[in-house]
């Protein structure tokens, strides 16, 4: 087919024909010589007209990118909270640093300090320990 019949067809056909030109490794036949230099590009400006992909080397494939692996974020440890320890609450009383001086010693206590101890608790009237 001549480069001028297939000008004049529309573009699906113009494609066509193109593309069977291309398989079959034809050239159309180009325009009369009085064109000069714009018969030489002219299948070169009908592609590009057309859109057609441009053709690859048979040999030569695409490298494939490689995909970069994500870092994973290493998770930050919690800190323990040291538990607070609950200090006591000193009651003022007066015979409470008494008592507490003998109460490991409460088996050597003799009979006469355990009387007088229970005295103090009955005139307090029970609330001393």
């Known amino acids: 087919m001549d480069y001028t019949q297939i000008r004049l067809l529309s573009s699906e056909e113009a494609e066509d024909a193109w593309s069977r030109a291309l398989r079959f490794h034809r050239k159309p036949a180009s325009k009369p010589s009085s064109a000069g230099s714009e018969s030489s590009m ?64 409460r088996k050597e206590t003799s009979w006469a300090e355990i009387q007088e101890t229970e005295s103090r608790r009955a005139e307090s009237g029970g609330k001393e320990k």
Not at 80 to 88: A, E, H, S, V, Y
Request: proline share 6%; no cysteine.
């Open 42 to 105: 002219a299948p070169f400006r009908l592609l590009s007209v057309l859109e057609l992909p441009p053709a690859t080397a048979p040999g030569r494939k695409k490298k494939k990118k490689k995909k970069k692996k994500k870092k994973k974020k290493k998770k930050k440890k919690k800190k323990k909270k040291k538990k607070k320890k609950k200090k006591k609450k000193k009651k003022h009383q007066e015979g409470r640093e008494e008592e507490t001086r003998t109460r490991g010693l």
